[in-house]
């Protein structure tokens, strides 16, 4: 909200939810009988089209959020080099009550305003009135409405809440208080309710003002460049009618500078246009990008997953991953992103960190969950994790950690493979097994002096078990053929603290991996933690008995920044230990690999983590 918020902030229908969209139900059937009653050809056809065309601003502001979120995973021709918080992302949740508006006060207008029924398709006498009475009045009353914004009383109670947003994404563009939004809404129908008044009004000259308004909007609150400097060199008059995304971020920035809605020669009239403008503009186009230093190579997962990356639907990717069934009436459109990621032949860019100096990237294969357990897509798996790896050395970083699957020791041996295929590979692999492993052994809760260990048998599972029997901590295991693989890897002086699990075992910790089944579970005794060792969560049989630790993961320190997107199904600014690990490979300065069967000091990973600011995810 505002600093100070003042009278009609609120929106009517924000304790409504998502449930505000009923507000619209009544012109749902209303239209609907209308097409059943009279037909197509007698029915008021601009009136019928304002639902349609609210969808299609929805899609069309969608498709900027989606290139707007990609261009900054991959610090494309930034303006504002600085990251975006959770904080932005929720205050800027309810970019859609913008269309829920305009959509009613558009239907109102078509059923009771004069001229307003029965539009013609096109008139080209109305898209002309149209025009100038944007370039003019409109224009011009909104330079003086904006900078009436800007004074102390009304930037405190109203303005105040959009220039929140320093870094804008382009719906930031219509993050505004009720009251400010219904006035902005008021002054763009002037150009409209003219022409209906006048009788020049048609349903195409209408739906085009429309997208311009929202595709100048949504591009002049996008965080990178893209108008090319030859434009206005060819068409100089063109720099006083259209602005840039590099014009309004400095309003942003400098805040009394560039008040012009879309058309920049108001400021040139009254002097306040930013002598920065241009030189701002220049140097965005130039494309300097800082070379990554740590990529985390992650893959998508259910068929739902593809909406929760950071730039499919924000406010899904601002919450730990969960199957919706908002999602699932989707179906045709996931699997079909499923076939275009299949034939797509390279990792994706998911999102983009700073900490310090360091630049951080998380890629993504382009394969699901299930492609890893398919014997046909191990090979082109592969082929895709080396093609990423290859890229990350061609680009100067200095850590590519594996995450999720792409670390299997099945698929290429806990990334042995590619050392083997590339041994001089600059950059260091790591599959953080020291520090996953270390993240579990810090949760079993003091004074244990027993666990159990259950599940396939992996990399972190048997880092976990020579530790803890170092350490005197009994570790017994469920699985005789896994018990005695184990026993062979754990040192001698230590190989007398695991055993196998007896019938009356009553150890309230267990360590779980994938593999487990659920009669094995509920023989647990009541009261148990599971502490998982995989990477994916398990199934959560019975809650009311058993506590369910999270995967290997911690939170992170503040000074990791732009972090506005969950990681799978780890809760707000915490990550998986697979993906720290690289992070702090790399603050480290190690010049080492951890792969295939080597570990790092696990206690020199975990002291080195907490000393960058890394802490343990609080138990219950």
Same mark, same amino acid.
């Given at each position: ?45 601009? !009136? ?71 539009? %013609? ?114 068409? %100089? ?32 009239? !009254? ?285 992170? %320190? ?63």
């Amino acid at each position: 909200m505002a600093t100070n918020p003042g009278l009609l902030s609120e929106f009517p229908w924000e304790r409504l939810g998502s449930y505000k969209y009923m507000l619209l139900a009544p012109w749902v059937v209303h239209g609907l009988h209308l097409v059943a009653t009279r037909g197509w050809r007698d029915a008021d056809l601009g !009136y019928i089209l304002i639902l349609p065309n609210m969808i299609l601003r929805a899609l069309h502001s969608q498709a900027w959020i989606t290139v707007s979120r990609l261009q900054n995973a991959r610090g494309k021709r930034q303006i504002v080099h600085r990251g975006i918080e959770f904080q932005q992302v929720d205050r800027e949740r309810n970019w859609d009550d913008n269309l829920i508006l305009s959509t009613i006060l558009m239907l109102l207008a078509a059923l009771y305003m004069p001229g307003g029924q029965n539009l %013609p398709l096109w008139r080209t006498d109305g898209l002309v009135l149209l025009a100038l009475i944007h370039a003019g009045p409109v224009e011009f009353l909104y330079y003086w409405f904006h900078r009436a914004l800007h004074h102390h009383f009304l930037y405190t109670r109203y303005h105040s809440h959009h220039h929140d947003s320093i870094v804008t994404e382009p719906i930031t563009s219509v993050i505004h208080p009720f009251a400010e939004l219904l006035a902005y809404t008021f002054l763009f129908s002037i150009p409209m309710t003219t022409c209906q008044l006048t009788g020049t009004g048609s349903i195409i000259v209408f739906a085009v003002y429309l997208i311009y308004i929202d595709f100048m909007n949504n591009m002049g609150h996008c965080n990178f460049e893209f108008v090319p400097n030859w434009l206005f060199k060819w068409i %100089p008059p063109l720099k006083y009618l259209m602005y840039t995304p590099s014009f309004h971020s400095l309003h942003h920035t400098q805040f009394r500078t560039n008040y012009s809605l879309f058309m920049p020669f108001y400021d040139y009239i !009254y002097n306040t246009m930013d002598k920065a403008s241009d030189t701002l503009h220049e140097n965005s186009l130039k494309d300097i990008t800082k070379e990554v230093d740590v990529v985390h190579l992650t893959h998508l997962t259910s068929l739902q997953s593809i909406y929760h990356i950071n730039y499919g639907f924000s406010q899904y990717a601002s919450k730990p991953y969960s199957s919706m069934w908002q999602l699932r009436i989707m179906w045709p459109v996931s699997y079909l992103s499923m076939l275009l990621t299949c034939v797509y032949g390279s990792w994706f860019t998911l999102e983009r960190n700073f900490m310090g100096k360091l630049t951080i990237q998380s890629w993504a294969i382009p394969r699901y969950n299930f492609h890893y357990g398919l014997n046909l897509e191990k090979e082109a798996i592969n082929s895709l994790v080396v093609k990423a790896i290859c890229e990350a050395d061609k680009k100067g970083a200095k850590v590519v950690s594996l995450g999720l699957l792409n670390q299997g020791q099945n698929l290429n041996g806990s990334g042995q493979l590619y050392l083997q295929k590339y041994p001089k590979l600059g950059v260091k692999l790591v599959d953080g097994t020291s520090l996953a492993a270390a993240v579990i052994a810090n949760s079993i809760p003091q004074g244990t002096y027993q666990v159990v260990l259950a599940g396939d048998i992996s990399k972190v599972a048997r880092a976990v078990a020579q530790a803890l029997c170092r350490k005197n901590i009994k570790v017994t295991m469920t699985n005789t053929q896994d018990y005695h693989f184990l026993k062979a890897k754990i040192p001698e002086d230590a190989a007398g603290n695991l055993s196998l699990l007896s019938k009356t075992g009553t150890a309230k910790v267990w360590l779980i991996g994938e593999g487990l089944d659920a009669d094995e579970q509920l023989t647990a005794p009541k009261g148990t933690r599971f502490i998982p060792y995989s990477q994916f969560p398990p199934r959560k049989l019975r809650e009311e008995c058993y506590t369910y630790s999270m995967t290997p993961a911690m939170c992170v %320190p503040k000074t990791l920044q732009n972090v506005h997107s969950c990681e799978n199904w780890l809760p707000r600014r915490v990550m998986s230990a697979w993906r720290i690990a690289g992070i702090v490979h790399a603050l480290e300065g190690w010049n080492e690999h951890e792969c295939g069967d080597t570990v790092l000091d696990m206690d020199k990973v975990w002291s080195a983590a907490i000393s960058h600011g890394f802490r343990p995810v609080a138990t219950d």
